[in-house]
């Protein structure tokens, strides 16, 4: 009994593992599927990786073609422009035609590089291995601007020698030029690779539009150079001689009578040229100045090895001759008297009194005065007439400079308990005065007329203050003070003290970088060129800020000159700008600073914006302080261009 039913358990489990045959076979295919979808599954996913990078490297390498054909166009646009004015021009007309400029540049833009082939990017300093690509040009216009500005001129000896209607900028004294202004527009498409047609798959599309702005200068033998010329310039500054540069962003030439002294706390970004009449700079480490004939300098070696390496965006220049120093400022006082500001000589109260008549048309004193405000101008029939170029305070005053309307510029003088307002409205061509119950209405107003020949200028004005100036400002913070087309410069035998924002009614630049598209600060903004300009200079003190405004923040827009040359004997060689009150939060000077020597600003942060109007001497505040003066002949004709891109623009991007 028992015998049997084991045989019949044996038999069972038999039976069970006949039909477990195969499970493993089964279980190996099943593994083997699997295994084989995986690996489908990731040679798909490989090549859909491979073909999406191969599309973003194509859709990369056809963006940047576009963006540097656009590039290479809008500089090829510059130098064709450049290249359309001739070698010699003169006063009796114009250099060129607009509108032929515009047409000739456009044509041999779309030559170069427009039409059915794409043109290779190459160049000297491409790597051997680059990605090659291509573009070629879908849309490229230059379009001649009548209206900002439109062509202008002032001619040397006047009608005599040709005229010019209606001239739009105002030169500096003795230099004579021609503006022009170009539109342009650009579009570009890129192929990711070398192509030689216009059937190009993958290509990417670029457009930018613009403005070019140009100015064809004629100036005098001598090369008369008004300082404002410079974005910064320091007449006493020796290497390694106790202080450094403070560091940041410098716009506009830089350049010093002495040498510079570059420091650590910080980086150095020159945007212009940087020169120095010492053939040497000086980098101050901790304890120690190197005395370096170049561009760089580092102390200590391994880990602790510190480098000094300024960023010269267009050159250190070192041993330079050095720039000769305006003596004094007989000038722009005379400048106030006939509008030519030449002589060299001082002014006496024997001149004063032969010119000038304050609000009851009582002459200046022959013996003097010790204070009072007067205006150039003569009685002729009962018609008086302004006939120089300012107004003249003798002794100290506080000035508050403010608009009117949309042409008049407003002159507040306080002395004592006397309040002289001036108004100078050059589209009604009067001069009206007030101060106390009395007022005096004048045919004209102040004038800058050419010291060679008399020819006129236009309106501009000197503002001389026989005195200290002890308090300039306009008449609340961010509100306009300069009026649209005032050129002014404000002059003060002592210090001139600022105590509060002295503000454009325009902004002629950018204050941040890309305020306009894919600009830096100080770029030209166009359609803001009114003629605007104001020049802050002594020649005898220092131009003091004693910040009124709570917020402890500063605004100057203007070019600030506290110069001179000790020399001579006519000043105290020690002009300097220095903050006299609280500490500056921020400090922002919109134009230039020109000094004997740096003082100290006590500011948290600070701003100067070169206004690249002044670059190159060819406009300026009027009778600024100048070097290498002389009247004569006109030099080599040179023709200045600058560019303001408004808009850039992927037409096609995939983000």
Excluded at 243 to 255: A, H, N
Excluded at 359 to 365: F, I, L, N, R
Excluded at 458 to 486: E, K, R
Aim: hydrophobic share 35%; glycine share 12%.
């Amino acid at each position: 009994m028992m015998r049997t039913r084991k045989t019949r358990n044996l038999k069972v489990r038999s039976r069970r593992r006949k039909t477990e045959r195969g499970v493993a076979l089964i279980t190996a295919l099943l593994l083997l599927l699997l295994l084989t979808g995986l690996s489908v599954v990731m040679v798909y996913s490989a090549n859909s990786d491979l073909m999406t990078n191969g599309y973003y490297r194509g859709y990369r390498g056809a963006f940047y073609a576009a963006d540097s054909g656009v590039n290479i166009a809008r500089q090829t646009m510059e130098n064709q422009i450049k290249a359309q004015f001739p070698a010699n021009f003169g006063t009796g007309a114009a250099p060129v035609t607009g509108a032929t400029v515009a047409a000739n540049v456009t044509a041999a833009i779309n030559t170069l590089y427009g039409g059915a082939n794409y043109t290779n990017i190459t160049g000297a300093g491409q790597a051997s291995k680059s990605y090659p690509a291509s573009f070629r040009l879908s849309a490229a216009n230059v379009t001649y601007d009548t209206a900002n500005p439109t062509v202008s001129c002032v001619l040397v000896g006047g009608a005599a020698n040709g005229t010019c209607a209606n001239p739009a900028w105002s030169p500096t004294a003795n230099q004579y030029g021609y503006q022009y202004s170009f539109g342009y527009n650009l579009t570009a498409a890129g192929a990711p690779v070398l192509q030689g047609s216009s059937s190009v798959s993958g290509t990417a599309s670029i457009s930018e539009n613009g403005a070019f702005t140009v100015q064809a200068l004629l100036v005098p033998n001598g090369s008369q150079t008004p300082f404002s010329a410079w974005g910064m310039f320091i007449d006493q500054y020796q290497p390694c001689s106790g202080g450094t540069l403070v560091p940041g962003t410098i716009s506009g030439p830089v350049f010093t009578n002495g040498g510079w002294t570059f420091g650590t706390s910080g980086k150095y970004i020159f945007t212009d040229a940087v020169g120095s009449a010492s053939s040497v700079a000086g980098y101050h480490f901790s304890g120690q100045c190197d005395k370096v004939a170049g561009t760089s300098d580092s102390n200590g070696s391994g880990n602790s090895k510190v480098t000094i390496a300024p960023t010269f965006q267009n050159g250190f220049n070192l041993g330079q001759a050095k720039v000769p120093l305006p003596p004094n400022d007989y000038n722009q006082e005379r400048a106030v008297l006939d509008g030519k500001g030449v002589g060299g000589a001082a002014v006496t109260n024997s001149d004063l009194n032969s010119k000038l008549q304050d609000v009851t048309g009582k002459a200046y004193p022959s013996n003097g005065a010790s204070n009072g405000v007067f205006l150039p101008y003569t009685t002729t029939n009962g018609v008086k007439t302004l006939t120089g170029g300012g107004i003249f305070v003798q002794g100290d005053a506080n000035v508050t400079l403010s608009t009117s309307g949309t042409s008049a510029q407003v002159y507040s003088i306080v002395q004592g308990g006397t309040t002289t307002t001036i108004t100078i409205d050059p589209v009604a061509n009067s001069t009206v005065m007030v101060s106390g119950n009395k007022s005096v209405t004048l045919a004209g107003v102040p004038r800058m007329l050419d010291p060679a020949t008399g020819a006129d200028l236009g309106p501009n004005t000197m503002l001389y203050v026989n005195g200290n100036i002890s308090s300039l400002s306009g008449t609340a913070q961010g509100v306009a003070a300069i009026q649209d087309g005032t050129a002014l410069t404000i002059t003060a035998a002592n210090n001139v003290t600022i105590t509060g924002d002295i503000l454009y009614k325009t902004e002629p630049v950018t204050l941040t970088q890309n305020q306009l598209p894919n600009t830096p600060a100080d770029t030209l903004i166009p359609g803001n060129n009114k003629g605007q300009a104001l020049g802050i200079f002594t020649a005898h003190g220092d131009i003091q800020m004693d910040n009124a405004q709570s917020n402890g923040n500063l605004q100057i827009d203007a070019s600030i000159a506290t110069i001179c040359d000790p020399s001579g004997g006519g000043c105290s060689g020690n002009g300097g700008l220095v903050n006299t009150g609280n500490s500056i939060n921020t400090l922002t000077i919109v134009g230039g600073r020109i000094q004997n020597q740096i003082k100290n600003i006590n500011t948290t942060t600070r701003n100067v914006f070169f206004d690249r109007r002044y670059a190159g001497g060819g406009f300026a505040p009027p009778w600024f302080p100048s070097t290498n003066v002389s009247v004569g002949g006109l030099s080599q004709p040179t023709v200045n261009i600058s560019l303001q891109r408004l808009q850039w623009l992927s037409k096609n991007s995939p983000y």
